[in-house]
């Protein structure tokens, strides 16, 4: 098959699921997030190995898997670890590694990466959860479209700066990071995202959920999401860069990860 119908294929499969998973919320979205966490931070691990740090790699997947677990117990009234235990697993995971690797092990850059890894994974991609059962989601719809919203968003970024990228792009936004980027499809990209904002609260979020933005919060926020969304997309080229590698694993046919496919999402 070729790349694009890879794409296509997977997509047809996927996004039924993760809209099924969204919608109704609960334990599929809460397996759906925890696998994407723990396969997110399996594919961080393979890359801070790759780049020579030595981070706990079954503790990192594990922390991260459980993080989005954490919060659907605490929807459901379950007390969960506080700040003071997981203040904890700093001293405790110290300890591990020094008895364990010795004092080779470079203790404090395996816990330190340690941490990094399950929050950059786990801890980012819970929001989603949180976006789900925000507040203002007071309908299955409602909380289905906020967590649409930055998903959208992303996307239509991406395509943004693509599009302008290729037609007008010259000069090169960062050139060590990510060769193919340029500020006109940068700027390209804050265009489309602030106009797929007003797009998408006038015509979905308030007909269907009830929310609105006023015109300089649709502002403020595209800008938000399309710098945060391309700063996001710098930063995992930056981490495979460091690796030295193209992809951050072939998991996803032809989109190439986990990671690849929610570094903008993530930020």
């Known amino acids: ?50 780049a020579g740090a030595r981070p706990l790699g079954g503790i990192t997947i594990v922390l991260s898997t459980l993080v989005p677990l954490a919060l659907h117990a605490l929807t459901l009234g379950y007390r969960v670890p506080g700040p003071a235990i997981i203040a904890m697993l700093i001293p405790v995971l ?36 949180a ?26 970024n991406d395509s943004g700066a693509f599009y302008f990228g290729k037609k007008f792009g010259k000069a090169k936004l960062m050139p060590s990071v990510s060769p193919g980027k340029t500020w006109a499809g940068a700027y390209g990209a804050l265009g489309t995202t602030i106009v797929s904002t007003w797009l998408i609260v006038e015509f979905v979020l308030q007909p269907y959920a009830g929310l609105s933005m006023r015109w300089y919060g649709i502002v403020i926020f595209g800008v938000l999401m399309s710098v945060a969304a391309q700063v996001g997309d710098l930063v995992e080229s930056a981490l ?28």
Do not use: Q
């Open 1 to 50: 098959m070729s790349n694009l119908a890879k794409r296509i294929a997977f997509a047809v499969v996927a996004i039924p699921v993760v809209a099924a998973a969204v919608y109704f919320g609960g334990v599929g979205l809460t397996v759906l997030l925890c696998l994407a966490s723990g396969l997110a931070a399996w594919e961080y691990v393979r890359l801070a190995e790759a």
């Open 94 to 129: 110290l300890t591990a590694v020094l008895f364990a690797r010795g004092s080779d092990g470079r203790p404090i850059e395996s816990v330190a990466t340690t941490f990094f890894g399950v929050w950059y994974t786990g801890g980012m991609l819970a929001f989603v959860y």
């Open 131 to 156: 976006l789900r059962y925000h507040r203002f989601a007071v309908t299955a719809i409602g909380g289905a479209l906020l967590v649409a919203l930055p998903v959208v968003l992303t996307w239509l």
């Open 240 to 267: 495979k860069r460091e690796a030295g590698v193209k992809d951050s694993s072939a998991l996803i046919p032809g989109h190439g990860g986990v990671l690849d496919r929610v570094d903008s999402l993530l930020f």
